[in-house]
């Protein structure tokens, strides 16, 4: 656990996992870890766990790289990178948590195979990545692309005005941050527990859409208008 401030020159902190080890780093608030010509942080060949709650800044622009193994890099709402955040290679997992509101810009990642959005808080995505994801808690705003399969699990909204890949809703589904549109590039399913809803324009005319370019299969929920 880190509640400082650490500076290196080649490397913030070099975790040097072992493959089948599994290490984790907690970057604690207020903390901060910065490097001048490498990542602030890189992992090693195990299944390594960073969770940011602080700093995490190159002068390089490689704020975090992971390494081989099955990674997992959660950033917190108050959470700060300054750089790209690599997931390496394995199946790695981007965790979006906290109890704030916080915008990730998608270009700024690369090799994460999975996304979690789990808490209370909210956050906007920006950008494109190819990945699944799901919406455990809280509120994910897709104003950019994720094109990977996704979820909604029940308790949880999905909102924005981008491009998601196919998915199933068990929670909330509210196209666009007021009135917009939000695309489904592949099926969308609504079950038992999930609602879509839909806001609409009285002066305007205009109202949500949800433009879903597979199939559309409601098995249950509700459409709140």
Same mark, same amino acid.
């Given at each position: 656990?880190?509640?400082?401030?650490?500076?290196?020159?080649?490397?913030?902190?070099?975790?040097?996992?072992?493959?089948?080890?599994?290490?984790?780093?907690?970057?604690?608030?207020?903390?901060?870890?910065?490097?001048?010509?490498?990542?602030?942080?890189?992992?090693?060949?195990?299944?390594?766990?960073?969770?940011?709650?602080?700093?995490?800044?190159?002068?390089?622009?490689?704020?975090?790289?992971?390494?081989?193994?099955?990674?997992?890099?959660?950033?917190?709402?108050?959470?700060?990178?300054?750089?790209?955040?690599?997931?390496? =290679?394995?199946?790695?997992?981007?965790?979006?948590?906290?109890?704030?509101?916080?915008?990730?810009?998608?270009?700024?990642?690369?090799?994460?195979?999975?996304?979690?959005?789990?808490?209370?808080?909210?956050?906007?995505?920006?950008?494109?990545?190819?990945?699944?994801?799901?919406?455990?808690?809280?509120?994910?705003?897709?104003?950019?692309?994720? =094109?990977?399969?996704?979820?909604?699990?029940?308790?949880?909204?999905?909102?924005?005005?981008?491009?998601?890949?196919?998915?199933?809703?068990?929670?909330?589904?509210?196209?666009?941050? =007021?009135?917009?549109?939000?695309?489904?590039?592949?099926?969308?399913?609504?079950?038992?527990?999930?609602?879509?809803?839909?806001?609409?324009?009285?002066?305007?005319?205009?109202?949500?859409?949800?433009?879903?370019?597979?199939?559309?299969?409601?098995?249950?929920?509700?459409?709140?208008?």
């Amino acid at each position: 656990t880190n509640r400082r401030l650490i500076v290196g020159e080649q490397i913030g902190v070099d975790i040097r996992s072992a493959a089948g080890v599994t290490s984790t780093l907690l970057n604690a608030p207020g903390a901060a870890i910065e490097s001048v010509l490498g990542p602030g942080v890189r992992g090693g060949d195990g299944d390594d766990r960073v969770e940011n709650h602080g700093i995490i800044s190159s002068a390089a622009n490689m704020a975090v790289a992971l390494g081989a193994g099955n990674d997992e890099l959660l950033l917190d709402t108050n959470a700060r990178l300054g750089g790209t955040i690599d997931g390496g =290679s394995g199946i790695d997992t981007l965790a979006l948590a906290g109890s704030g509101v916080l915008a990730l810009d998608l270009t700024t990642t690369n090799g994460f195979e999975r996304l979690r959005k789990q808490d209370a808080g909210g956050w906007r995505l920006l950008g494109s990545g190819d990945m699944s994801w799901t919406v455990e808690a809280g509120q994910l705003a897709v104003d950019g692309a994720v =094109s990977g399969a996704g979820a909604v699990r029940p308790g949880a909204t999905l909102s924005g005005t981008g491009v998601v890949g196919g998915f199933v809703n068990q929670g909330a589904v509210a196209p666009g941050n =007021s009135i917009g549109t939000l695309r489904v590039s592949g099926n969308y399913e609504q079950q038992a527990t999930g609602t879509l809803v839909i806001d609409a324009s009285i002066v305007s005319g205009f109202a949500d859409r949800l433009e879903v370019a597979g199939q559309a299969v409601i098995k249950g929920g509700a459409i709140a208008v």
